[in-house]
């Protein structure tokens, strides 16, 4: 007996339709449909629902600087001492932070909301030379999180016009270390410099993952009694003229 798996149907036509989903739902809510999802609502509050610390301000992820991703690089730089790394500074990318940070009380679930990926915290060292190449990688898409020691000036044209690191001009030959996310090491995000780097250190158990020592930094300041802020301190700007 033979049997035949070609499909005796075809597409004759496709139509869609955009259907916005926003507050006029929320007006007249399906009960029944609340009753269902009630229990697992209970469960992903519990989970997300408790505060790891508070913030002082709305921050926000910008180029070519924002308050979010000045703090997040700062907070990698400030956990290095939980891994003997004394890193000269660090970065944080742009692309990995997903969402802002209310102003308040902070939830596992906001952090998670801004760190949502799995990103591990990660060292390496580049030599000045490559620094600089890293900067003018930063500087051609406007920006990254950088930290507190980094200045940078770039053109509005997307290049490098100088760069100090805890106020001295990066000297090529130097090697400096950098606080980051694992993610970055692979050259990706259009910093490629990053694998030029060398003595790598990057822990992959789950605990080293950005989100957690985000939460680890909100409840150190919270035993500190202090709110976690952040503020624009012109670590990248953008001149008006362009290199010649």
């Not at 703090?71 to 970065?91: C, N, T």
């Not at 770039?154 to 130097?174: M, R, Y």
């Not at 259009?190 to 957690?212: C, H, I, W, Y």
Request: include cysteine; hydrophobic fraction near 40%.
């Amino acid at each position: 007996m033979l049997v035949s798996c070609k499909s005796h149907y075809e597409v004759a036509f496709v139509q869609r339709s955009r259907i916005l989903v926003d507050a006029r739902y929320d007006a007249n809510p399906d009960v029944q449909a609340a009753e269902f999802l009630k229990p697992y609502k209970h469960i992903v509050d519990s989970v997300m629902g408790p505060v790891v610390g508070h913030s002082a301000k709305y921050m926000t992820a910008h180029r070519p600087e924002g308050t979010l991703s000045n703090l997040l690089a700062d907070i990698l730089v400030w956990a290095a001492k939980d891994y003997g790394e004394r890193p000269d500074f660090g970065v944080y990318n742009m692309g990995g932070v997903r969402a802002d940070l209310p102003k308040g009380e902070v939830t596992y679930g906001n952090v998670l909301d801004v760190a949502p990926f799995e990103n591990k915290i990660a060292f390496t060292t580049l030599c000045g030379a490559d620094v600089l190449s890293l900067f003018a990688e930063m500087a051609a898409v406007g920006g990254e999180g950088v930290s507190h020691s980094v200045k940078m000036v770039i053109t509005k044209d997307g290049k490098l016009a100088s760069a100090t690191i805890n106020g001295e001009t990066v000297e090529p030959q130097k090697d400096y270390r950098v606080a980051t996310i694992d993610y970055l090491l692979g050259g990706t995000d259009k910093m490629t410099t990053f694998l030029k780097g060398r003595d790598v250190n990057s822990p992959q158990e789950k605990a080293n993952n950005t989100r957690f020592i985000i939460m680890n930094y909100f409840r150190e300041m919270t035993k500190q009694g202090k709110e976690v802020d952040s503020e624009i301190e012109g670590r990248i700007t953008i001149t008006g003229s362009a290199l010649n």
